[in-house]
């Protein structure tokens, strides 16, 4: 059992820079890769970014490509997304999610959630 939390949101004004980061407990964390996603308010969830249990293979949304980055520590169990040149668009609940089925973009590969920390963009 895999538990996760995120923190890093907050408010910032357009063109600033946030880095998220996903703590996790429990589990192996190594053998697991996490995935961003994010929800806006009436919108559904969406895929942001994933990277494998070694940390070599990531994938990206194409929306957040060359402005987010994603990252993990595996001795501190800590998974970041560094956001950078964000957007009004980007403001969402962003989660962290754990899974074992490789890299993949799809949540429903992704059994461990955390709560989500929120992203708020200004203009």
């Known amino acids: 059992q895999v538990q996760l939390v995120e923190s890093g949101g907050g408010l910032v004004q357009a063109g600033g820079s946030l880095r998220l980061s996903c703590a996790a407990s429990?589990?192996?964390?190594?053998?697991?890769?996490v995935g961003w996603f994010r929800q806006a308010p009436g919108k559904e969830r969406e895929f942001v970014a994933a990277i494998g249990g070694n940390a070599h293979n990531l994938l990206y949304a194409d929306s957040v490509k060359g402005r987010f980055t994603i990252s993990r520590d595996n001795a501190k169990k800590t998974a970041y997304l560094q956001m950078n040149n964000l957007k009004l668009e980007d403001t969402a609940l962003y989660y962290c999610?754990?899974?074992?089925?490789?890299?993949?973009?799809?949540?429903?590969?992704?059994?461990?959630w955390g709560q989500g920390t929120q992203v708020t963009i200004s203009s």
């Open positions: 429990g589990g192996t964390f190594s053998w697991y890769s």
């Open positions: 999610a754990a899974g074992s089925r490789g890299l993949s973009s799809r949540a429903r590969d992704h059994g461990y």
